[in-house]
């Protein structure tokens, strides 16, 4: 009889700093269980942008008026709009946001080189990639991922860049303290079922598993990321 909402990092602690009002209390509304998983993000290009490195494709963004160079998302506040935002700020270059109406649009336009750069989900991107459709030049997590250990990360070009779709469980604020323990522990039951996880670490997805009482402070840390991302590059819906 309890209601569970899966929900993604760009909906709980990317959504609240960007929209200028949201219909409910986003620190009151809910109840955490946990940070469930987190997907790498792949830095993809379209097969006919000429570069085939970060640091290619930072000369190529820096040598090419802003207007020159585009990049999809899948929308305005999404993690791939984010991701790019993210290393824009870091690396100190502009390329001009593209954004689409969800991943799968997103995805299309850089397979068809409507867009040059993109942040791809790697479960998405890997099999694309493999068929030629998309170029993919690194991983946006700290160390590299364990499908593609040839590819190098992000921050081994561009230091302190790291991004990811994160997924958290949460529950309705006011859910009796026992039934939210008991969701956390099923998902920690879970994620020890080879059937469960062979599936999702052959996605590539990093199995979390945390607890309501490690939320919080990540909760903080991704919140506190965002919001200075977001009021220092002065990003506002489009």
Known sequence: ?????????STYAIAPNILQSLSYDNDKAFAPVGLVLRSPQMLCVSP????????????????????????????????????????????????????????APALQALMS?????????LSTALPVAKSGMLRML??????????????PTIAETV??????????????????DPAIQRLSAAIKTAFKLPQVTKP????????????????PQYFAEERAKWRKLIETQNIKLQ
């Not at 009889?1 to 990092?9: A, D, I, K, P, Q």
């Not at 080189?113 to 989900?121: I, K, P, Q, Y």
Request: aromatic share 8%; net charge negative.
């Open 138 to 151: 690194a991983a946006s997590t700290a160390e590299r991922s364990a499908l593609q250990p040839n590819l």
């Open 200 to 215: 999702l670490l052959e996605a590539g997805l990093i199995l979390v598993a945390g607890t309501p009482e490690e939320f």
């Open 48 to 103: 006919a942008f000429p570069v085939n490195t970060v640091p290619e494709l930072l000369d190529h963004v820096q040598k090419h008026p802003s207007n020159e160079v585009n990049f999809a998302s899948a929308g305005p506040g999404s993690t791939s709009h984010m991701a790019m935002e993210l290393l824009m700020s870091i690396a100190q270059i502009r390329m001009q946001h593209v954004p689409y109406r969800g991943g």
């Open 113 to 121: 080189g409507e867009a040059s750069v993109g942040f791809v989900d």
């Open 1 to 9: 009889g309890y209601t569970v909402l899966f929900g993604t990092n």
């Open 159 to 176: 230091p302190g860049f790291q991004s990811t779709t994160d997924v958290s469980c949460f529950v309705p604020a006011g859910t009796p």
